[in-house]
């Protein structure tokens, strides 16, 4: 959603009223030719937070869309400031609504296998491709450890046992002594 | 920084100040549900090469709705119970964010407000090798949820072959099931930690929930630790995705050891994401210390999930007819003990031979007795060099009437019995073998000291030795009696009827 909201702001700075269309030809156009322009005033807002770099970067990273003009953030203000106009609804005791389809029970489906889909169909949309791996830039790598390891210091953490790690599975009986 | 200087100048401070923390943990274990196909798609689960295993859905193409599997609802309800959760009339899917490349869609279906199940508790045995007396301990459950599994990533460093560093991807498990079970911080040791995942093991494979290979990933475990100082809440780190009951519990008293170091040098811990290492080292994941935003939002795609009367009563009656999981039943009707009963259940090999001892077995012989002389018979086999234990119903038949004959044969006759039987193609009843042999135990202090002076005459030699009360020759001839015997006549035995011919004579 965020990202859409950046787009639209991006988009909105540079592109004028195209021509409506419809899906169908001769349907009735439902949306306004001309923007709604609110009449709540801008002193009944809540305070804006401020724009700073660290929340520019924070919304670049989550939306993956880069601010790459002054404007880019003037329309972000505007669009926020919308939205605040959205806090004066009054929604006490309102549950939100996050589907048209509250009323609907999710279905299930039995389990029965379908045949995936053939390998040169799921890589037909990839640009690179290593052997049948997609490959993307690297990501998330565990950082390498120089720490020591003392597995005395650290299992004298466990009151309850001796200083050593649990044995490894094997068929070793571990009764008790009679 | 944690440097190896920095544990010398807490040594000594270590004792005194170790009290003062008490280790907080609390565990994710995310189970991958053993259905046929995905959670939201019918794509199959079974192994196969990389990206074999792929639907539309699975590798997020746009347009294409999710289908929840009933099957994973219905194993859901099953733990639910297992775990003694409340199930609500509802339940509802939500949208976590990543950005990962292994999570194709850029957010993980899953459920954070409305699980499907909620405020249970699990009750297990914690025993341990060196801790003298089993404790049954309950920890809270505080939900289960429903989630897809990610994609697996291989990360190739830089090589010639390969040029730069990059991540493979393998969408297979993309959007297979897990639920993952959520404790609450209730866990004080690792060992509690590694005997509740090794309980629940049992009971999931048992009802046929999740093949239970950890190895193999069918369960990941994340573990919150902290320590809390003056029963002050202490930061916590997040261990991901331990994959072996030894990798828990190692990188778990590791990551208190190491929290423990930086506090006690009045040091901070950050709240971080660790993973553990193969040694179980654990090691900082991800280099960003900013918590996550995971944008949580209503999954739209997916309306609410009403749980039937029908599902609920489906789940109840399909547990009761599987009945207790094996470890239950060897500890709670047999009579073995907590952890005899996990160790045995967990080696199927071992809980063959045992079963089949117990349906052989007269119904005196006890669980502690099958369990001495089944190490006993563990010793003899290691040194015949043969496996085991044994794979013959008709061993385990031959080893349980010997049991119930103990007190009838003398030890050394009972091990030599146990030797021939184990090692060799004996096929005669043992009951009959000890007949044909006159095998059984010579009590009458008669016939014994029969024995005795016989040898005594025999050996005059020795016998004069004996005599002057030299200790060495009277072993020697204790033990050449009971050769003598055909092992027939217990040691102790012996050695009374030789001091008795002694002060005889």
Known sequence: MLRSIIALTKRSAHSGKGKTKTPFAGDEVLVPAEPYNSKIENSSLS???????????????????????????????????????????????????????????????????????????????????????????????????????????????????????????????????? | MWTRRRLYSTA??????????????????????????????????????????????????????????????????????????????????????????????GYQITQNERPIAKDGVFGFWVFDEHLEKAYWKEVQILQLQLEQDSGKTIHLTESDETGPPKSLIDY??????????????????????????????????????????????????????????????????????????????TAINFEIARQFEILSANGKVINETRAADSMGRTVPMRDKEVETDYRFMIEPNLPKLVIKEEWRRQADEE?????????????????????????????????????????????????????????????????????YPPQSDFFAKQFTTLISCQHRLTRLRLLELLRLYATGEYVEDVLEFIEANSFWRITSPEKIDEFVEKSMKKDAKLAGKVRSGHAKSFNRMRNLIVDGSEKCIELEDVETAIRRFLDRK
């Open chain 1, 47 to 178: 305070e804006m937070p401020p724009i700073d770099a660290s929340l520019i970067s924070h919304l670049e990273r989550l939306s993956l869309v880069r601010f790459d003009s002054e404007q880019a953030v003037a329309n972000l203000r505007n669009s926020i400031r919308m939205a605040k106009k959205l806090e004066l609804v009054d929604v006490e005791g309102v549950e939100p609504m996050h589907t048209v389809w509250e009323d609907q029970e999710c279905p299930t489906f039995e389990d029965i296998e379908e045949e995936p889909l053939p390998i040169e169909e799921v890589f037909r949309n990839a640009t690179v491709r290593f052997d049948d791996f997609f490959v993307t830039p690297p990501g998330n790598v565990p950082l390498e450890s120089k720490e020591r390891f003392d597995l005395n210091v650290i299992n004298e953490w466990d009151t309850l046992g001796k200083p050593v790690a649990p044995e490894a599975k094997t068929t070793r009986m571990t009764e008790r002594k009679k």
């Open chain 2, 12 to 105: 000594k401070a270590t004792i005194s100040q170790k009290s003062r923390y008490k280790p907080v943990i609390g565990l994710e274990v995310h189970v991958q549900l053993n259905t046929l196909t995905k959670l939201f798609s019918r794509c199959p689960t079974s192994e196969a090469p990389p990206n074999r295993r792929v639907l539309p859905f699975d590798m997020a193409t746009p347009g294409i709705l999710p289908k929840l599997n009933r099957q994973c609802v219905h194993r859901a309800l099953k733990m639910a119970r297992i775990l003694n959760c409340h199930v609500p009339e509802w339940s509802r899917f939500d949208r976590k964010h990543y950005f990962y490349a292994d999570m194709p869609a």
């Open chain 2, 172 to 249: 297979n498990r993309a959007g297979c099931a897990l639920i993952e079970i959520v404790t609450s911080p209730c866990f004080e040791t690792a060992i509690e930690a590694i005997r509740f995942v090794q309980t629940l093991r049992l009971l999931l494979i048992h009802h046929n929930l999740c093949d239970g290979e950890l190895h193999k990933g069918h369960m990941r475990v994340d573990a919150n630790v902290s320590l809390s100082k003056d029963h002050v809440e202490g930061t916590r780190t997040e261990i991901k995705n331990m994959n072996s009951i030894r990798t828990i519990h």
């Open chain 2, 319 to 387: 547990l009761e007819k599987e009945g207790k999981a094996d470890f239950e039943w060897l500890r709670d009707v047999i009579g073995f003990d907590a952890r005899s009963a996990v160790h045995i259940a967990e080696e199927p090999e071992l809980l063959t031979f045992v079963k089949r001892c117990v349906r052989h077995k007269e119904p005196a012989v006890t669980a502690d007795e099958i369990l001495y002389w089944m190490r006993e018979l563990k010793i003899i086999m290691q040194r015949s060099k043969v496996n």
